[in-house]
Each structure stands twice: as structure tokens, then as C-alpha cells.
């Protein structure tokens, strides 16, 4: 997929009550057709299409979101093909669990002047009584990108099947008078409501290499204004899509509703930056008089720059789960694979594990978690208790299915003597993890996780740590390695990194890897880094898929706990 199209995916996160009866699906022409399975004969890699994560059942897709009792997920979907082509539509799926997910008919398609080249990326807010109203960049007849407003048909329908598209549509277009490029000017956010009453909602552009959320205002919803200046801006980091802005708590894992304000409360604005596709994000304080975003520490898009995860994750989207609440965060992941193996496969393009977010106790930056809701699909367990992972050695890890499974692991380091200096100029971990592979040995490190490994330890993903000393702490690499991950499909392998904010001499090293088919999430430091990646096994297939303990550091160390789990298929259709 090239570049030029990767902005069409933000995601769609919404959750409503309903009841568990079957829903009639309807469909009126090709442009919005029944999600429906396909037939076994026509999925192409069956072994590499994911069990637990969320996958329609072909074509191109890209989000997902809850709200209530029953969640809905609306994502972009592509009715006529695997990639991005045309016809861009948002797809339509419903859960009571955010795991198990059923289709419903496609909600909105290309069908009027201003939207005739696609239904592209937008927002639910719920408005006063409960009613929803969504917000959607469309693609009009003359290329410029246009915001639009589009409302349920019937609310007392708990399945929200249709959508209609305001007559008073597009609510916001750019022109030369507001200095809006028609092709940067996308992605409305959830909307919020300020403290005078009236509702504000920020989308992203580009002015001359400077990334900018725009912000406007409105009293009902429909007829917005302008506000005189942007929420935020930030020179030489290009166009920003996906926005995202939420408050968090500062004294408590819970989540807030988008519209809270107040004291022991941040805000966080995150942006996917098309340049070089990767969320970031800021905390900081918002200051509503002002209506401007003041972060503590400013965006960068340098290695330097809070991510949510620093692996293969793009144009996330948080909401708040008003049921639990929880805020809680889907990413989407596309394929490291070429365009015409995704067309084979008949499918690209899979949504991460639904992830919990706080803000961490330090206030400097986000925890992020898998829902708890994931693990009823544990199956199987393994524990271990105080292993000694030997220098240069290898452990197998029994009873486990190595296709599908939920490893959590945890390291004690007896001591470290052994640590290597970390050169001054080693700041960027990605590259740090480059040349500091799973292959090559060091003092405390590499260790950790083997996984979608073959029997004879060819073929696998590494997911591991490795531990630095400068002259006042303990520095902590977490890397995933993906340089062997196949033997014979060729694809972008590369080897993702992050430091990992934690001190060694004190705690645990903690490590948790979702291992599904053709994707891995991990998560060290109980949630302090993520590194998502895409992999593509060839020489292991399901129960042949093997999973390892590594130590390949001259420094013993001890596995404290190991706990893994076989994962059951989610229902997804």
C-alpha cells in the first residue's frame, strides 16, 4: 500500500447496549454488501490469518471501538478488494465482549457529492441524551477533503444498522479563505464539550511542514466555527492525522469521559504522523479559557518522542467505555508483506488487541495493558518457578501452542557485574537493537522470548532485553527481532526497539507477548513499551510452532515466573 493512502485509517471505536437477538442483515446494492464469510477454499495462508484478533472476514480494513453494553466497531472497509482501491466504506461489526465479534451491514458508502470518493476516517461523540452523531471526513467529486455529519436512523434500533447523511452536509470544507489544503485537512476527533457549553472537536492539517489540530466550535452540533487558534502545533513534523485527545487521571487507572476537566487531571494529544508513520503522542495541560493544549514535553518525531508503541501500529484511536470505566486504545496494524501477496491472501490488515491506557504514576507517560476481557480465551497453562536461564543457553517451554498464546514472563538479574558501558551516542534504540540483535552476545543480555519458533531454533521472533550501565543507572533495551522470522517469504524484517523505563536492580524485568498467527504484541514493564510486529512464519504451522526461553548474554539470569497459555479462537465472522 502506498504511502499517499495510509491516512484512511483511524479508527472507528463505539460501544452500545443491545440485546443478543439475530440481526437481519440487509443489502441494497454491491456497494454495501453483507460482511459475509468466505468459503474455505477461497482464504489464501490460512496459517497466518490471526484467531484472536479482529479481521473481517476478507478485504481491506483498518479500525474499531466501544461505548456501552454492546460495543460496535466501525472501521474502513473495502467491499471490492484486499487493498486500497476505491469505494471506501465504513464496515460495521458488534460485540458484547470486545473479543468475539459478529457483522452487521455495511453503515455508510460513497453515495453523495461530497463523499463520492470514499467514507473515510471519523469520530463518535455521544451527544445530550445519549445519541450518538458521528463525524467523518469524506472524499468529495472535486478531490478536496470535506467534513460531514452523519446521525443513526433510528435510535430505538440498539443496533444503530443505518446511518443517515446530514442535509446540511459538508459541515466543514477548506477554501482559500481559511488557508486549508483540500488534501491535508482530515479526521475529525471524538468531540468534546467545553466549560461554556458549547462542543469542540479538533482535525488535523499541514501548513508549510508544520503540523497543526485545528480547532473548532459549535452550539449544535452542525454549524462550526473556527476557533482563532489551532488546540496545538508543532513545526517541521508534516501532516497530522488520526488526532486524539483525551483526558486521564493522575491518581487513578480509570478512565474519563473525553469531556472532563478539572483539577488531578492531563490531557494527552496524539497525532499519526504520515511523515513517518508513527503515533506520538504528548501529555500536558489543557487550558480551556485559552483553548490551546500546553504539553510538558513537546512532539518530536526524533526516537526521543513518546510512542505508543514502537513497532508496526498506525492511526490509533482511543474511547472512553463508560461501562468499566476504562479508556481503552485500538491500533491498527497493516501487513509487512507486498500488495500482491495481500491480494492472493484475499485479506490485509488486522486490528491490535484492545489495550486499557492510564497514565503511569510517574506522569510522564502511558501505560498501556491488554483488556482483562482477553484472557477467557486462555487455555492450558504452564507455569515455571525460578529457572536459572544459563549463559548461552535455550529453554523449551512444553504444552503450549505456539501459533496462538499469551506468554508473561518475568527476569531477576543476581547481578551486574557484567554490564556493558552504553556509549553516549547510543540514543536511538531502534538502531541500538539493529546492531544489537538476538544473535549477538553480550554481558547481561540478550535474553528472553523465542516465539512462532521452529524445532531446530532456524526460524523465530525474538522478543528481548538487554541491560546498560552509564555512569549514575541501569539502562534497559527492549528489543523485538524479526531478522529470522521467516526462512523463505521475503518481507520487511527489520528489528524494533525502545528503552524501557524501569530499574532492573529493583524490580522484576517483565516481559508479555500475544503471539496470533502473523502478529505479535509485546509488552514490557508491566505495559511501558509496546513493540507490535508483523510476522509471517513458513516453516511452523500451528502446533508446530515452538516457544523458548533464551539467554544469549554472558550474565545469568533467573526466570522468576513464567505463566503461558494456549488461546482459543475468538468468534469473528
Known amino acids: 500500500m502506498s504511502n499517499s493512502h495510509l491516512w484512511l485509517i483511524c479508527m472507528l471505536l463505539f460501544p452500545l447496549f443491545g440485546s443478543s437477538e439475530y440481526i437481519k442483515l440487509v443489502t441494497s446494492d454491491s456497494l454495501h454488501m453483507n460482511l459475509e464469510p468466505l468459503q474455505s477454499s477461497e482464504l489464501a495462508s490460512l496459517q497466518q490469518r490471526t484467531a484472536f484478533h479482529f479481521q473481517p472476514a476478507k478485504n481491506w480494513m483498518n479500525g474499531p471501538m466501544i461505548y456501552k453494553g454492546i460495543y460496535h466497531l466501525f472501521y474502513q472497509y473495502n467491499p471490492g478488494g484486499a487493498i486500497w482501491i476505491q469505494n471506501i466504506s465504513w464496515g460495521h461489526s458488534i460485540s458484547t465482549d470486545l473479543v468475539n465479534w459478529s457483522p452487521l451491514p455495511i453503515a455508510m458508502w460513497p453515495s453523495e457529492s461530497y463523499d463520492i470518493k470514499g467514507c473515510w476516517s471519523g469520530s463518535v461523540t455521544m451527544l445530550p441524551g445519549n445519541k450518538p452523531a458521528v463525524l467523518y471526513t469524506g472524499i468529495a467529486s472535486n478531490n478536496n477533503q470535506v467534513q460531514n455529519l452523519a446521525l443513526p436512523k433510528n435510535l ?185 501477496i495481500d491480494v492472493a491472501r484475499g485479506w490485509a490488515g488486522v486490528q491490535t488487541i484492545p489495550r486499557s491506557v492510564w497514565l503511569d504514576k510517574s506522569g510522564k507517560q502511558l501505560i498501556q495493558w491488554p483488556i482483562v476481557e482477553i484472557e477467557n480465551l486462555r487455555t492450558n497453562k504452564v507455569n515455571l518457578h525460578h529457572e536459572l536461564l544459563k549463559s548461552e543457553s535455550v529453554l523449551d517451554v512444553p504444552g503450549v501452542t505456539g501459533s496462538q498464546a499469551d506468554v508473561d514472563i518475568a527476569f531477576s538479574i543476581p547481578n551486574f557485574d557484567k554490564a556493558e558501558i552504553l556509549d553516549p551516542t547510543w540514543t536511538n534504540p531502534q538502531v541500538l537493537c539493529s546492531r544489537k540483535g538476538a544473535s549477538v552476545g553480550g554481558g547481561i543480555g540478550p535474553f528472553g522470548l523465542l516465539l512462532l519458533a521452529s524445532a531446530d531454533v532456524q526460524e523465530y521472533t525474538a522478543v528481548f532485553f538487554r541491560v546498560f550501565r552509564n555512569e549514575t543507572r541501569y539502562v534497559v533495551l527492549m528489543c523485538t527481532d524479526l531478522t529470522k522470522s521467516s526462512l523463505s517469504l521475503d518481507y520487511d524484517k527489520p528489528t524494533y526497539g525502545a528503552f524501557l523505563d524501569v530499574n532492573p536492580a529493583k524490580e522484576d524485568l517483565t516481559l508479555r507477548s500475544l503471539v496470533d498467527h502473523s502478529i505479535i504484541e509485546s509488552f514490557g514493564g508491566n505495559g511501558k513499551a509496546c513493540i507490535t510486529a508483523r510476522v509471517y512464519p513458513t516453516s511452523v504451522i500451528d502446533s508446530e510452532a515452538h516457544l523458548y526461553a533464551f539467554n544469549n548474554g554472558v550474565q545469568d539470569v533467573k526466570i522468576s515466573n513464567l505463566s503461558a497459555w494456549s488461546m482459543k479462537k475468538a468468534e469473528i465472522s
Open 156 to 340: 430505538s434500533d440498539p443496533y444503530l444498522v443505518e446511518w443517515v447523511k446530514s442535509p446540511k452536509n459538508p459541515l466543514l470544507t477548506p477554501t482559500p479563505t481559511n488557508k486549508i489544503d483540500g488534501e491535508w485537512f482530515r479526521d475529525p476527533s471524538t468531540a468534546w464539550m467545553n466549560e461554556d457549553g458549547q462542543w469542540r472537536v479538533t482535525i488535523g492539517i499541514e501548513r508549510d511542514r508544520t503540523g497543526m489540530a485545528l480547532l473548532y466550535k459549535s452550539e449544535d452540533f452542525i454549524n462550526w466555527i473556527e476557533v482563532t487558534n489551532p488546540l496545538h502545533s508543532k513545526e517541521n513534523t508534516g501532516m497530522w492525522e488520526c488526532i486524539d485527545f483525551y483526558p486521564v487521571s493522575t491518581s487513578s487507572h480509570k478512565g474519563l469521559d473525553t469531556s472532563t476537566t478539572g483539577c488531578g487531571i492531563k490531557h494527552v494529544l496524539k497525532s499519526s504522523m504520515f511523515d513517518v508513520l508513527h503515533d506520538y503522542y504528548a501529555i500536558g495541560t489543557y487550558d480551556s479559557d485559552k483553548d490551546i493544549f500546553i504539553p510538558d514535553t513537546d512532539f518530536t518525531t526524533e526516537h526521543s518522542g513518546l510512542r505508543y508503541d514502537y513497532g508496526k501500529l498506525y492511526a490509533s484511536k482511543t474511547f472512553f467505555d463508560s461501562a468499566t470505566r476504562r479508556r481503552i486504545l485500538w491500533g491498527w496494524s497493516n501487513e509487512s508483506t507486498d500488495t500482491s
